[in-house]
């Protein structure tokens, strides 16, 4: 599998912005999908995930901001940005995996597969 992201830029603090996943591979829908983020100094940290059942989990500091979701037939996962902080500056990166869980995983060890990363910066 491979991962294609895309949709990072500048945006001011309060606005929006759209990323995209663009995924390669037969069985796309059977996958866990995820983005995760890292500001510079810091980890890499988990941002959200959606599993092939649709669940959808989120990091406590996006939730109700942040929206995950998939288009399995166009093999495509996006993550909707809104009300954005300065502290949502980071590289997010996409990432996949093949799992039957009904949730997606958190855990950055249990993703295989990983994209090249879109720098967002949020200004204040």
């Known amino acids: 599998v491979q991962l294609q992201a895309s949709g990072g830029g500048l945006v001011q603090a309060g606005g929006s912005l759209r990323l995209s996943c663009a995924a390669s591979g037969r069985t796309f829908s059977n996958y866990h999908m995820a983005w995760f983020r890292q500001a510079p100094g810091k980890e890499r940290e988990f941002v959200g995930g959606?599993?092939?059942?649709?669940?959808?989990e989120y990091a406590e500091s996006v939730r109700g901001r942040f929206t995950i979701s998939r288009d399995n037939p166009k093999k495509m996962v996006d993550l909707q940005m809104n009300s954005l902080k300065s502290e949502d500056t980071a590289v997010y990166y996409c990432a996949a995996v093949m799992d039957r869980r009904y949730y997606p995983s958190s855990s950055e060890e249990e993703y295989e597969y990983w994209g090249q990363g879109t720098l967002v910066t949020v200004s204040s």
């Open positions: 959606i599993a092939w059942s649709g669940e959808r």
